[in-house]
């Protein structure tokens, strides 16, 4: 293997890396989105007797 080749496995490397990275990122952000988002619904759901003090 030459150093171009080299250089450009390690390119790949760090790409895929950096992918797989995004990846796990965006999975944990959506499961933190989605349980604050359930929390939320649960918190702020509005109901009859909170409509009608609203009212």
């Known amino acids: 293997m030459s150093k171009g080749e080299n250089k450009n496995i390690g390119?790949?490397?760090?790409v895929s890396?950096?992918?797989i990275l995004l990846i796990?990122?965006?999975y944990f952000f959506?499961?933190?989105c989605k349980q604050f988002g359930q929390s939320?619904?649960?918190i702020l759901s509005p109901s009859k007797e909170?409509?009608?003090l609203l009212l």
């Open 11 to 14: 390119k790949w490397f760090k």
């Open 17 to 19: 890396f950096f992918i």
């Open 24 to 26: 796990g990122a965006g």
């Open 30 to 32: 959506g499961t933190i």
């Open 40 to 42: 939320y619904d649960l």
């Open 50 to 52: 909170l409509l009608i």
